[in-house]
């Protein structure tokens, strides 16, 4: 029993270190940089194809959902993924561009979306640059990169953002509830 207890206070004690270093600041990393009403910068990643994917030149004249996801092949992200690739014609039929990314590899990309056919483009950010940019926050104690998904109108304006790890289904939904809204 007495092992336990050190175990579990060991735990505790490293929980409670990273949240202190991590989860318990108000630097501007942790905070979103970009809000809705702000035009979004230039991003130009490799896709999953190992394809320089200029968003602006891309997406031109179309709205645009970028999501940030944490990691390929988990089970939320797969989730998430999945449902965007299922509502993909929902999507197109609100003049809209679906992107995701993650600080995977290129690599790990193209085995992501062929696993799970995927119809929308991935962005390997491996240094995790544009997330930044963004200030797409973490979670659990800075541990985690966070999910979070931009709605983004025809001229670059951020109309929507949601942000939630664990209730991926409202990703998908929410995004398509603001597409639809009469302008």
């Known amino acids: ?11 505790y004690l490293l929980l409670f ?19 809705v009403g702000d035009t979004i910068p230039d991003i130009a ?8 994917f200029d968003l602006k030149k891309e997406t031109e004249g179309k709205n645009i959902v970028l999501y940030f996801y944490p990691k390929d092949d988990t089970p939320g992200c797969t989730a998430q993924a999945c449902s965007f690739r299922d509502q993909f014609e929902d999507f197109t039929d609100a003049n809209a561009v679906v992107v995701g990314i993650s600080g995977q590899s290129v690599e790990s990309h193209k085995a992501f979306a062929e696993k799970h056919q995927l119809t929308f483009t991935l962005l390997s950010d491996v240094d995790n640059a544009v997330r930044k940019k963004f200030g797409v926050p973490t979670n659990f ?11 983004i109108n025809r001229s670059g304006k951020v109309v929507y953002i949601f942000n939630s790890q664990t209730n ?8 398509l509830e603001i597409l639809n809204k009469p302008e």
Not at 1 to 11: G, W
């Open 141 to 151: 104690f800075g541990l985690l990169p966070g999910r979070v998904t931009y709605v």
């Open 17 to 35: 270190a990273a949240y202190m270093t991590f989860g318990n600041t108000t630097s501007k990393e942790n905070n979103m940089e970009i809000k």
């Open 1 to 11: 029993m007495r092992n336990f207890y050190r175990v579990y206070l060991s735990v």
């Open 168 to 175: 991926i289904s409202g990703h998908i939904e929410k995004s």
């Open 45 to 52: 990643l490799l896709n999953q194809n190992g394809k320089l």
